[in-house]
């Protein structure tokens, strides 16, 4: 697979209900909404997220902090009566994005003169107040590291103040809170921030400095989804792996990152952990042996490498080299060979020569990676490469990352050839989406899988790969799923 994500594409199609945790019921009606009859019901809240898999799981729990203060949600923005996009910064024009999409959702407002339309998350904390000056439709900011206090800004804002709130708030604990979009698999964050500072990132500057929860709580809540029915969790961070190792900071001082994912699996009901980001420089033996002591834990890992020259890893400060990369993989894959690597990617990073970007290319040729995120390069306010401009021309991006994407997709291709045959145990999510009366999963290396049955969501079942389909595995049951809990 081949992914280049548009993080900032419009997306506003109904994604169902959520799961709300039931221990968390309102405490009181905020806001609400009075008609011609007389009668008044709930506010309701649209709540879009962009961007990363942490800023999906934060749309969550925003909105599951919103509907336990009592606001209703709405499934699409002319429903709403306050829209909150949470935005990211990632990458170019995320500003000149967001401003044109609250232009478009602020002509909702003649119809709906109450509405209230408002960016948090890490636009929001980057540019702050100017973002008021740009997009005369915006009733609110709340930063990245301020949405904690989204709630008493609603109540301002619904005075009739235009308010901006980017200053530091604690982490967005909120009880256990989310409203999650699945009732299967939930993502847990488990740190929150980076300290790494790679020079073209913008993410320590949104997000600040790496905060690890604490186990206990962590654990906990992850009981909590157990006892809720959910099977599966994804621990989040953007250097998931680096967790107990800040001193004061993450963790508990005595859990590392493998004790915690055994902590993770210990819990009853859990039947697969998975986690995302991690970085080259925390994937020890520790975390190798636990990938394969802990059944609970897929064999997957994203990993991302950023280019294959040390110049440029060197000066993207990375702190690893090809080499090491390298060497870490090898022994990953020689205790877990089944383990699907998955790399991020940039081009076109500022002085990247044409040699230097062929390494980068044979490193995707050695490497073999399951999938990967390409991305063309684009300076980010606050960081340091910033001050080196952007002095490779757009079609020479352009034309680098065609390369690298043909090369990865011919690397996929074979990889998924050589799935025909092979069994996969696959968590049953549901219907397909692709494939009439035919239903669809997971198997432990995130491939998406589609069979006719028999089986019910929720169930684990033991699938033949019996060839692809437009990219996605097809398969057929081999194992009655009798022995799935
Ligand atoms: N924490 C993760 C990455 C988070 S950002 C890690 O360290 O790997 C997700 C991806 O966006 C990065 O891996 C990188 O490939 C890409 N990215 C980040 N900043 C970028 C920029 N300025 N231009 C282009 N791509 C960028
Ligand atoms: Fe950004 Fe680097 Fe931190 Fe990843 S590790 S979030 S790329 S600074
Ligand atoms: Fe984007 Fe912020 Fe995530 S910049 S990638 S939403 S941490």
Redesign the pocket.
Known sequence: MVCQPDCSGRLFEPMGQPTIDRRFTPRFVLMSTCHSDGSSSKATVFVHAFG?QMNAHEGERLLGMLLDEGYQEALTPDAADVIVLHTCA???HAVHKVVSEVGRLARLKNARTMLKIGLTGCVAQSDGASLLGMAPGLDFVVGSRAVVRLPSVLRRVAAGERVVDVADGEYLELGLAAARRDSLRAYVTVIEG?D?F?S????PYTRGREYGRPASVIVEEVRGLAAEGFREVTLLG??VNAYGRKEGGAGEGEVDFPELLARVSAVDGIERVRFV???PNYLGEGLIEAMVRLPEVCEYM???L?AGADSLLKRMNRGYTVAEYMSRVERLRAAVPDVALVS???VG?PGESEREFRATLDAVEALRFASI????????PH?R?ERWGDPIPEPVKAERLERLLVAQRRIADEHNQSLIGTLQEVLVEGESSRAPAHLEGRTRTQRRIIFPGPAQPGQRATLRVTGIDRGRLVGRVAATPSHVA
């Not at 073209?200 to 993410?203: E, S």
């Not at 995120?373 to 980010?380: D, G, I, V």
């Open positions: 990363c990632v990458r170019e980076c790494k790679c073209f990132c913008i993410v953007q250097t980001t991690s970085h994203h990993l991302p950023q991020d990617f940039i990073f995120f390409a991305f063309k390069y684009s300076p980010r960081t490469a």
